[in-house]
């Protein structure tokens, strides 16, 4: 009896907090002792590109057919792809490898598609780029000799290090106009990104945040060279020509590592280790083919996803209820205590729904209602061999569980075929039915075993069956 209220508590708790979930947009929890947030964080429903509308490209190594792609260089690519989508502010990106040379990429919500293109057809370019003694600000677009011809620059880009200076720059990149009547100043590009082999984010003794990087073998004389007789100037870090940050060099750099450190927090750090990482793509990539969800269809998908929802919950509830009576009421009530808890989860995943996604959850369910007829099935009949309720309720549960794990068991196993298939595929759609059907198999097993049985014994341990058999549907 003590477990069972104790786990009745539980339940009204978990109640409470997802309704909280599932009527907010916005999910802030503050420090009490200092009434700052300790968790903020947006929790509205993530809707998928056939819900929202948006962009979908479909991206493939621009080689040919006879050159090797690995799946290193592959999923590299997605990820500096994804990189340059976020830094456009797109949001819920979803990127998935699509065989050995695709990647299947969907961009939810977009309003200039054309500007996504564009960035995804970039070669990113990195310079190491000398400012001498006058830094420019971040985020400054700059023009730089590289790719010019230097013979008559005060300076030439020194020739042992040819690997530093081979890429081309991409045509697409273009470079700021001059003021009418004043020539643009043109920076000297010391080294590109092929030169650098690892960056990492580190702390220093004092708990800075700070970027440590090591370059080829082939480049660390070229660095050295150049840090040696440029101490105490500046070396900009500049990403298709604009200024991502601007370091001093504070000794000379001989063993091809260094330490990049300024006023960073970890995500800027972080940002700024895989930029450097992964400034420019391993492969190049074209773009295949690409198509705009207009945003109506999303919205009547929609409609008529959450219309059928509705109808599969009244069903089930209205067939419980009639068929199982007492029992049945109190499955209904779990059973809405499972699309609440489901919802909640949805949301602090997050789970970016689509329509199979919405699907799968519509089947859960159902199969959210098979366990309860399985105990209610075994319930009548050990009522009818002369149990009292007390003891039925917990023999047909106990003997009803092994049929319950088994069926569960085997559905979890194809969604995790199923995700897997997607995820080497790029079949998103088979992803997402995959997540919410499991998930919502996961979360009936809870609702079923706990929430069900609780209900039960709460509801029914004070009647007499004798006094109701129709209560039970006997």
Request: proline share 5%; glycine share 6%; net charge negative.
């Amino acid at each position: 009896m003590r477990n069972r209220n104790n786990w009745l508590v539980v339940i009204i708790f978990l109640l409470i907090f997802s309704l909280w979930v599932d009527l907010s947009k916005n999910l802030t929890i503050y420090n009490p002792l200092n009434d700052k947030p300790l968790i903020d964080r947006n929790v509205d429903v993530k809707l998928g590109l056939d819900l929202r509308g948006g962009l979908q490209a479909l991206l493939e190594a621009d080689l040919p057919a006879t050159t090797n792609v690995t799946s290193t260089e592959l999923d590299n690519a997605k990820t500096i792809l994804q990189n340059r989508a976020n830094a456009l502010g797109v949001s819920e990106i979803v990127m998935q490898t699509a065989g050995d040379r695709r990647i299947v990429a969907e961009f939810p919500g977009i309003t200039n598609p054309e500007e996504v293109v564009a960035a995804l057809k970039q070669t990113a370019l990195l310079e190491f780029v000398d400012m001498g003694t006058t830094p420019v600000a971040e985020g400054t677009i700059i023009e730089t000799d590289f790719g010019v011809d230097t013979t008559s620059q005060t300076e030439a880009t020194p020739t042992s290090a040819p690997e530093a200076v081979t890429p081309t720059p991409d045509p697409t990149v273009a470079t700021p106009s001059p003021d009418t009547g004043t020539p643009p100043t043109v920076y000297h590009t010391v080294m590109t990104g092929a030169g650098l082999q690892d960056a990492s984010v580190s702390r220093s003794t004092l708990g800075e945040y700070q970027i440590a990087f090591v370059l080829k073998s082939d480049s660390s004389d070229l660095f050295a060279e150049y840090t040696s007789s440029h101490v105490n100037q500046y070396l900009a870090i500049v990403l298709d020509k604009q200024v991502i940050s601007v370091p001093v060099i504070n000794q000379a750099i001989t063993d091809g590592q260094g330490m990049i450190s300024g006023s960073f927090t970890q995500e800027s750090a972080n940002t700024l280790a895989v930029q450097l990482r992964s400034g420019a793509l391993p492969i190049p990539i074209k773009v295949v083919e690409s198509r705009t969800v207009g945003p109506t269809l999303g919205a009547e998908s929609v409609r008529k996803s959450v219309l059928a929802g509705i109808i599969g919950l009244s069903v089930v509830v209205l067939f419980m209820a009639f068929y199982y009576r007492l029992p049945g009421i109190v499955a209904d009530l779990a059973l809405i205590s499972y699309a609440i808890f489901s919802l909640m989860l949805f949301k602090l995943i997050p789970v970016v729904l689509t329509l199979p996604g919405i699907a799968g959850f519509i089947l859960s369910v159902g199969m959210a209602v098979d366990a309860n007829v399985l105990i209610f099935e075994r319930l009548k009949e050990e009522l009818r061999a002369g149990r009292n309720l007390r003891q039925a309720i917990d023999l047909a549960w106990s003997r009803a569980w092994p049929s319950i794990r088994d069926s569960n068991t085997s559905t979890l196993i194809t969604c995790l075929i199923l995700f897997l298939f997607g995820s080497t595929f790029g079949a998103s759609m088979v992803k997402g039915f995959s997540v919410t059907l499991a998930l919502g198999v996961g979360v009936s097993l809870f609702t079923a075993i706990i929430v069900t049985r609780t209900f039960l014994h709460t509801v029914m341990d004070n009647i007499k069956l004798a006094d109701h058999p129709r209560w039970f549907g006997l």
